[in-house]
């Protein structure tokens, strides 16, 4: 299982950003697949997924700014981020797993892509 995200950088706070993972075709259509994102000295969170069945979830800290979305023709997810602040400030990673929903499995992760908001 191969992912690889891209997209992160630097934004002032109420900027965008959009965070790209592209993933093995083999595992892109039966896999849940998620963004996560770890602050220094916090655990590593889930921000948001796409359940094995489409349906998508966000943690509440980013309902309404963020959007998760996939191409299935690129295999490809992307996180769409709008209005970010300062405590979206993390690595981001990429993360699919086998079953319903990505909470639930023991996840393939893609190298972290550092985000940081500027206030």
């Known amino acids: 299982v191969q992912l690889q995200a891209s997209g992160g950088g630097l934004v002032q706070a109420g900027g965008s950003l959009r965070l790209s993972c592209a993933a093995s075709?083999?595992?892109?259509?039966?896999?849940?697949m998620g963004w996560y994102r770890q602050a220094p000295g916090k655990q590593r969170d889930l921000v948001a997924e796409?359940?094995?069945?489409?349906?998508?979830n966000y943690a509440d800290s980013v309902k309404g700014r963020f959007t998760i979305s996939r191409d299935n023709a690129k295999n490809t997810v992307y996180l769409q981020m709008n209005s970010l602040k300062p405590e979206d400030t993390a690595v981001y990673y990429c993360?699919?797993?086998?079953?319903?929903?990505?909470?639930?499995?023991?996840?393939?992760w893609g190298k972290g892509t550092q985000v940081t908001v500027s206030s």
């Open positions: 796409f359940t094995s069945g489409g349906i998508s």
């Open positions: 075709a083999s595992i892109f259509s039966d896999y849940a």
């Open positions: 993360a699919a797993g086998r079953g319903s929903s990505i909470r639930y499995t023991v996840p393939y």
